[in-house]
Structures are given as C-alpha cells and as structure tokens.
Nanobody, 116 residues
Framework: QVRLLESGGGLVQAGGSLRLSCAASGRIYNINVMGWYRQAPGKQRELVATITSSGSTNYADSVKGRFTVSRDSTKNTVYLQMNSLKPEDTAVYYC??????????WGQGTQVTVSS
C-alpha cells in the first residue's frame, strides 16, 4: 500500500509564506513525477506544480515566480515553497505522485487559507 503524508498547511496572511511537504511511503518505486494540485471550494482540482525524477519542473501560470517545487529523491519527499501568498491561493492542496509509469497516488490533502 502506498501512502502520501502531507504537512505544512495552515492559515497565513496575504503576502506571507508557507512550505508544504509530502512524503511517500510503502511499496512505491520508480517514482516518475511528484507534485501538487489544489482544489478551491466550488472549483475543479487544478495543477499547481510538478517535478520529474530528472528535476524538470512545471508550474501553473498563476503561481509562477511565487511558488517553488523541489524534491528529495532519497526520502521520496516533495516540497512546495509558497511565497507572496494571495487570498485566491486558498484551497485544499493535494500531493500527487506518478510511479512505475502506470500508477498514480494521491494524498489526503492539506488546507491552506490565506486571509486578506
């Protein structure tokens, strides 16, 4: 069983920063991509940022220049550093991993709330 454990969410004022972490554990191997998605109330889940096993990154236009995704492959962990947060960044943030070229796993989600 594969488990993704997220941490680091919370309440922050606009302009502030948060760092999310997600550690993958269990019978997981050949991780291809790790990343973050988010879902705001009444909206569809959307991509925030991803990072491949080779270090290539991809960001949503709305977070470019403010968020940074990174990973520690030795720990099967992905991070999301979020700076200059805006109220519109408020959402549940989900960790995602694609592994062994065919499997996809999701975390339970962590709430990020940005007050104006």
């Amino acid at each position: 069983q594969v488990r993704l454990l997220e941490s680091g969410g919370g309440l922050v004022q606009a302009g502030g920063s948060l760092r999310l972490s997600c550690a993958a554990s269990g019978r997981i191997y050949n991780i291809n991509v790790m990343g973050w998605y988010r879902q705001a109330p009444g909206k569809q889940r959307e991509l925030v940022a991803t990072i491949t096993s080779s270090g290539s990154t991809n960001y949503a236009d709305s977070v470019k220049g403010r968020f940074t995704v990174s990973r520690d492959s030795t720990k099967n962990t992905v991070y999301l550093q979020m700076n200059s947060l805006k109220p519109e960044d408020t959402a549940v943030y989900y960790c995602n991993t694609q592994w062994d070229a065919r499997f996809v796993s999701w975390g339970q989600g962590t709430q990020v709330t940005v007050s104006s």
